[in-house]
């Protein structure tokens, strides 16, 4: 059944391509366009290639022939027009404007014939494409390779429907109105449209990755010394799954496991919300700087045994200066956006001397000259023989008659070409050639291929060269660079203060009670420096036996690779130390070295090797640890995984 | 760069035939927190549009600007750049129709949409102008 109506369309492609062939002395453009009509009424979508192939051939044999008959009812019209110079002026009216009509069918079909080029694919034998072709036309390279008569790319098709279109139901920015589709989802897409901004000022919030996940270092098998000023804004677990000290026995003792939610978490869940949704996310930004800590430390204790302590605990977040919104954030986009004019302004000017700098390419003149002068040849045949256009054309056409052409596509000291006043200027025939004839059919996709096989090899080496020259002055990138930096790193950057209470309650020793106040603040580019103040407190169960005292503990945090808005945390490198000074105990000092692994978005494995003067139970041994585990932030996890 | 085009017409250049009354008309249209872009005249620096001006529309975030305008200054051969910035704006649909002296869009120069998660990723899209 298909190779049935497979050949009745081709068929029906050979008759009505084979008809008019017969009859090529009456060239009727009405009737030409009927052919045409009918022809383009047969649908050969979903066909096979060869009868698409076929349909196209043939429209392309119509429209040439169209082009020829309206060429020669130009002509006839041109010969009445001057026979009739001096009758009255309507009539000289009405072949002037019936001479437009003609020009611009006949720009509208050369559109059609250059279409059906592009479709057509390149075949010696497409004879039907030169044979009907303006006798004396010169015929020059297309980008394609194939050849074709000048006048037929005075107007070619603008480059369209890149490789991105047909993925276009696959982008959310498709699904923006646009004046040209239907507005029936204008409500949606306004909707959708706020979702994202909410989206993505929520994201740069939710990807803070100076946010606590691992259990704080009141454990004694916490990976860290050191607790962050924030935490996650749901749910964060945190393990010290093992540790390995430099004593054997003391292998895999202990561990902690720490649970984190903030009070938006609750609220949340209070509110029937969902927990990332981002216009209830933004609308609540304070409840995300309450948390709570709930968590237990195994201990192991000096008759060898272990005891599980209870720990709990509290933070709030007091300052925080990473908020995008805030004042000093803008400022850093204004300078962005100032950066951002000197830097289109100058990608304007580098874009319009290299596209000009073809003009001066005596390769690219050979081939341009005489596509113009066919250009003008066409033109002129369109216009009232008394109009300016008419006789500046004229003056033009003269340039070539006596060789005079090098002042042609001539550009300025600038490289571009001068603008009205000053000498030398491009008429606007130059200008809409170069537009339509030279930038539109060889700048555009695959130009370098084009320029090649068009002018040769040495054209591109020169605009390579030219490039590289016109490229040695990037400050304006340089700075937009530096201003976006900037930005980036004055989030990152912004100090937070918090402050931290937390208490591990034991069935044997002493409770313990920790009251801390965080810093965190952005020294340099990816290096941060994390320092706590901490109170501390050992309530003993011997009465006269509680100590009281302090602890300051420092880290440096070295992000070591970049951070995107989607995907794993960077990888971080820690280092850090604290001092801690307990009434009627000798100072204990450590130190660490950290490495946080990112392995999916939301998990981090940190690892540790902690150096102290004397373990947790005093005794100047097991001085080394090291410590590893996993931490789970539920935010980023439910981020990655919620549908965008 | 990892901007995504996803392109339906992109031209390189344009002649507009001013003396008979054709213009040119941008449209763009930003989602994010802080949609940062700006459409300059390169030849003559100016500023055409930017996040600054004044949005025809808050609710999908659109700005317009039809060129030439009376205050703007004419060049035979100039580049109108766009320059696109995702450090809070993660997508732009960028649109530029060639009119005509009655007001219709008479082609399609452009109409791409770019997409970034990128916050330090810019993009300059072109178009070569000439006009008479």
Request: aromatic letters at 8%; hydrophobic letters at 40%.
């Amino acid at each position: 059944m298909k190779r049935l109506i497979s050949a009745i369309l081709i068929a029906a492609v050979f008759v009505f391509t084979a008809c008019p062939a017969f009859g090529q002395e009456i060239l009727n453009p009405d009737a030409i366009r009927g052919q045409i009509r009918k022809l383009e009424e047969i649908s050969v979508e979903g066909r096979s290639v060869a009868v698409q192939r076929a349909h196209n051939r043939a429209l392309l044999g119509l429209y040439t022939q169209l082009q020829t008959a309206l060429q020669q009812e130009i002509d006839e019209l041109k010969k009445i027009q001057a026979l009739t110079a001096s009758s009255d002026t309507a009539t000289r009216q009405d072949i002037a404007n019936e001479l437009n009509k003609l020009a611009s069918a006949s720009t509208e079909t050369d559109k059609q014939i250059a279409r059906l080029q592009n479709i057509v694919p390149a075949q010696p034998s497409s004879t039907d494409v030169n044979s009907a072709m303006t006798a004396g036309t010169p015929k020059v390279p297309n980008p394609a390779g194939t050849t074709f008569a000048a006048p037929n790319i005075i107007r070619p098709e603008p480059a369209s429907n890149g490789p991105g279109s047909a993925s276009m139901s696959l982008s959310a920015s498709n699904l923006v109105a646009t004046p040209n589709t239907p507005q029936t989802g204008d409500n949606f897409n306004d909707a959708l449209n706020k979702r994202i901004q909410e989206i993505v000022r929520a994201r740069i919030q939710q990807r803070d990755p100076t946010k606590q996940t691992e259990p704080p270092n009141v454990a004694n098998s916490s990976t860290s010394l050191v607790n962050m000023p924030s935490a996650g804004d749901l749910v964060n677990v945190g393990f010290a799954l093992a540790g390995l000290t430099s004593n054997n026995a003391d292998a895999n003792a202990t561990e902690s496991v720490s649970v984190t939610a903030s009070a938006y978490a609750f609220y949340a869940l209070a509110k029937n919300q969902d927990l990332l949704n981002p216009d209830f996310y933004n609308r609540h930004p304070n409840w995300r700087r309450l948390s709570f800590t709930l968590g237990y430390d195994n201990e192991k204790l000096k008759d060898g045994t272990t005891q599980k302590a209870p720990i709990f605990g509290w933070k709030y977040l007091i300052v925080d200066k990473r908020d995008p919104s805030r004042r000093r954030n803008q400022e850093a986009f204004q300078m962005i956006g100032k950066n951002l004019r000197t830097a289109s302004t100058a990608f304007g000017n580098i874009s319009q001397r290299i596209v000009y700098s073809f003009a001066k390419s005596s390769a690219v003149r050979t081939v341009l000259l005489p596509q113009f002068s066919a250009f003008l040849s066409n033109r002129l045949k369109t216009l009232d023989a008394n109009s300016t256009e008419f006789s500046r054309i004229k003056k033009l056409q003269a340039k070539f008659e006596n060789g005079e052409t090098s002042d042609l596509f001539l550009p300025n000291s600038e490289g571009v070409p001068p603008n009205p006043g000053e000498p030398r200027g491009w008429s606007p025939e130059e200008l809409e050639f170069y537009t339509d004839n030279f930038q539109n059919v060889y700048l555009g996709p695959d130009y370098r291929v084009k320029l090649k096989d068009a002018f040769g090899q040495k054209v591109l080496d020169d605009l390579d060269a030219f490039l590289t020259e016109q490229l040695a002055d990037t400050k304006a990138f340089e700075d937009l660079s530096d201003s976006t930096r900037d930005a980036l790193e004055s989030i990152r950057r912004a100090p937070q203060f918090s402050f931290n209470f937390l208490t591990k309650q034991r069935a044997e020793i002493a409770d313990e009670y920790q009251a801390d106040t965080i810093f965190d603040y952005g020294l340099a580019d990816r290096i941060n420096l994390t320092l706590n103040g901490s109170f501390l407190y050992r309530d003993s169960k011997l009465v006269g036996a509680d100590t009281r005292g302090g602890k300051f503990a420092g880290q440096f945090r070295f992000q070591l690779t970049p951070e995107k808005l989607a995907g794993r945390n960077p990888l971080f490198f820690f280092l850090s130390g604290n001092a801690e000074l307990l009434s009627g105990f000798k100072p204990v000092y450590k130190a660490q070295a950290k490495l946080n692994i990112p392995l999916f978005n939301g998990v981090d494995f940190p690892f540790s090797l902690t150096y102290a003067n004397r373990n947790e139970l005093g005794a100047a041994k097991n001085k080394t640890r090291l410590q590893f585990g996993f931490a789970i932030d539920t935010a980023r996890i439910l981020q990655a995984l919620t549908p965008k | 760069m990892a901007v995504q085009k996803n392109v339906t017409t992109e031209t390189p250049a344009v002649f507009v035939n001013v003396s008979g009354g054709e213009s040119l008309r941008y449209r763009i249209t930003a989602q994010g927190a802080q949609p940062l872009f700006t459409l300059v005249d390169s030849r003559v620096d100016s500023l055409l549009l930017s996040n600054q001006s004044a949005p025809i529309s808050n609710a999908p975030l659109m700005f317009e600007r039809k060129w030439p305008l009376p205050i703007d200054s004419m060049s035979t051969a100039t580049n109108h750049t766009m320059g696109l910035h995702f450090i809070a704006a993660p997508q732009y649909h960028y649109q530029v129709d060639l009119m005509s002296a009655t007001g219709q869009v008479k082609r399609s120069l452009i109409d791409i949409s770019y997409t970034s998660n990128v916050p330090d990723d810019v993009f300059f899209q072109g178009l070569s102008v000439t006009a008479a």
